[in-house]
């Protein structure tokens, strides 16, 4: 991979990865002071509140505006009433289990890869480096990355990335 990069532009090279946010933490130790004989725990519900970050970065390390992604109705209450509220130095979506999805991914290149790839010099080639999560390469997300290649005399290429192996390839149109 290093090989791969070394020659290129930092600012070119583009990673971008999921993460779960819990909103709460089931710890099976707690802290409190060593000579109690009882310690009293709180814990909300056994459900899976969370949410998902799609954090995205240059190699050149510079942090694209993170993507966060809630439990909801794209079209629900949160969506029309919450949504607007939350601080501007991020973009948000709703899916029904906070997961990315077609939909969702589709979204963070509009908001997310889109924009950066417009502040890139015209001769630029950025190379995205995704894993190997099903929706990176489901259809409508291919045909929309061709789109991106196809707007400019750019190329955005895809490596897919799974236990340290990297497999490079062009996407396909």
Excluded at 133 to 159: C, D, I, P, W
Aim: glycine share 4%.
């Amino acid at each position: 991979m290093r090989h791969k990069v070394s020659s290129m532009n930092p600012d070119h090279v583009i990673n971008m990865d999921q993460t779960p946010i819990p909103f709460t933490f089931h710890l099976n130790r707690t802290w409190d002071t060593k000579v109690l004989r009882t310690v009293h725990v709180r814990s909300s519900t056994s459900d899976t509140k969370r949410a998902t970050l799609a954090a995205t970065v240059t190699m050149s390390g510079h942090l694209l505006t993170p993507f966060i992604v809630f439990k909801g109705s794209p079209n629900g209450r949160i969506t029309w009433n919450e949504i607007e509220k939350y601080p501007e130095m991020g973009f948000y979506a709703m899916q029904k289990k906070a997961w990315i999805d077609e939909a969702v991914m589709m979204s963070w290149i509009e908001k997310c890869l889109l924009p950066r790839k417009d502040t890139l010099p015209p001769h630029a080639m950025p190379l995205l480096i995704l894993d190997l999560f099903r929706v990176h390469m489901m259809g409508q997300v291919v045909k929309k990355y061709s789109r991106l290649e196809s707007k400019s005399n750019t190329s955005l290429v895809v490596a897919r990335t799974c236990a340290n192996q990297l497999m490079w390839g062009q996407i396909n149109h």
